[in-house]
């Protein structure tokens, strides 16, 4: 998948906020102050990988399927996943935006009450 793809994707969840903690080269998505995505950047037009918040059957499952995903790299191997971008984009476009996706919605569900009826109202 194209990086402009990717970044488009992730931009495009709800209240998505994108911020630089940790320098220049990682990339993190935020949903209500809450990380849904880590991204790395080899240089302005490549990924090296992306850590996304998984359920822990998903998260072996994608595993099994996929040798570019990994437990997640400095994260909770449990609960996240690192996957790798390679040129033969061994991963499809469906597999990582429901990947992405997926890691949104988990860290959604985990708000307050009160930052989810935000949530909703920002959708309208």
């Keep these: 998948m194209k990086i402009q793809n990717v970044l488009k994707v992730l931009e495009n969840q709800t209240a998505s906020i994108l911020e630089y903690p940790f320098g220049d080269d990682v990339m ?18 490549h990924l090296n990988g992306m850590n996304l918040k998984c359920d822990p059957d998903d998260a072996l499952a994608y595993r099994d399927i996929y040798e570019n995903v990994i437990p997640g790299y400095h994260m909770n191997k449990k609960h996240w996943n690192t996957v790798y971008f390679d040129k033969d984009d061994s991963i499809s476009d469906e597999a990582i935006v429901e990947m992405i996706e997926e890691s949104y919605n988990l860290v959604v569900s985990k708000l307050t009450k009160k930052q989810k009826l935000e949530l909703e109202a920002m959708k309208r």
């Design 28 to 45: 993190v998505y935020k949903v209500m102050n809450k990380m849904f995505a880590l991204v790395g950047i080899k240089d302005n037009s």
